[in-house]
C-alpha cells in the first residue's frame, strides 16, 4: 500500500498585529512617537497605503522620537533622505521606483545595519524584508487614520510588542 501524503499540521500562525485609529495628524505623529522610541538601528518599518494616506505623516512622528530636528518632508524625487539624530533615519520614497534592479541600485542594505529604515510604498520592498514592522494606514474620517501593523520576523515581533506598550491609549 502506498502512502499518502503526510497529514498536514496546524495552519500556519498569522503574523502579529495590531491596530489603531487615529483622529489628526498629530494623533498620527504622537502614535509614530512611540514607535520611534522603541526603535534601534537596523529596525524596518514598511509604510503602506495610497496617496494621501498619512505615510509622511507618520514618518515625521518616528523621526522627533529618533531625536531628528531637521524638516522631514517626503523623499519621492530623490528616493532617499538620510537625517541624523538620537538614532540616524534613513526615509526612503519608493513611488518612483520600477523594478528589482532599481532597488538594488539604492543600496539600502547599506542603511539598515546603522539607521532606522522608513520606507514609503514599502509593499515594493515586502518580499525581500523578513524582519521588522509593516505598517498600513488608510483614510478614517477627514482627518483620522486607520492603522493596522504587523510583524516580519523576530525583531518585528518584538518591536511590534514594544510599540503596542508605549503607544498612546
Known amino acids: 500500500m502506498a502512502a499518502g501524503p503526510p497529514p498536514a499540521g496546524p495552519p500556519p500562525a498569522a503574523a502579529p498585529r495590531r491596530v489603531w485609529r487615529t483622529g489628526s495628524p498629530a494623533a498620527t505623529q504622537a502614535l509614530a512617537e512611540a514607535l520611534g522610541r522603541v526603535a534601534r538601528p537596523g529596525d524596518v518599518v514598511l509604510l503602506v497605503g495610497p496617496l494621501g494616506a498619512g505615510k509622511t505623516c507618520f514618518v515625521q512622528g518616528l523621526a522627533r522620537a529618533l531625536g531628528v530636528t531637521t524638516p522631514v518632508k517626503s523623499p519621492t524625487f530623490v528616493l532617499l533622505v538620510e537625517h541624523h539624530g538620537r538614532?540616524?533615519?534613513?526615509?526612503?520614497?519608493?513611488?518612483?521606483?520600477?523594478?528589482?534592479r532599481s532597488l538594488d541600485d539604492l543600496g539600502l542594505e547599506e542603511q539598515t545595519d546603522t539607521h532606522v529604515l522608513a520606507v514609503e510604498w514599502g509593499e515594493k520592498l515586502e518580499g525581500r524584508v523578513d524582519d521588522g514592522l509593516v505598517v498600513e494606514l488608510a483614510e478614517d474620517g477627514a482627518e483620522g487614520r486607520a492603522i493596522v501593523a504587523r510583524s516580519l520576523g523576530e525583531r518585528g515581533r518584538e518591536l511590534l510588542k514594544a510599540w503596542g506598550e508605549a503607544a498612546p491609549a
Open 87 to 100: 538614532v540616524p533615519l534613513a526615509h526612503v520614497d519608493l513611488y518612483r521606483l520600477d523594478g528589482a
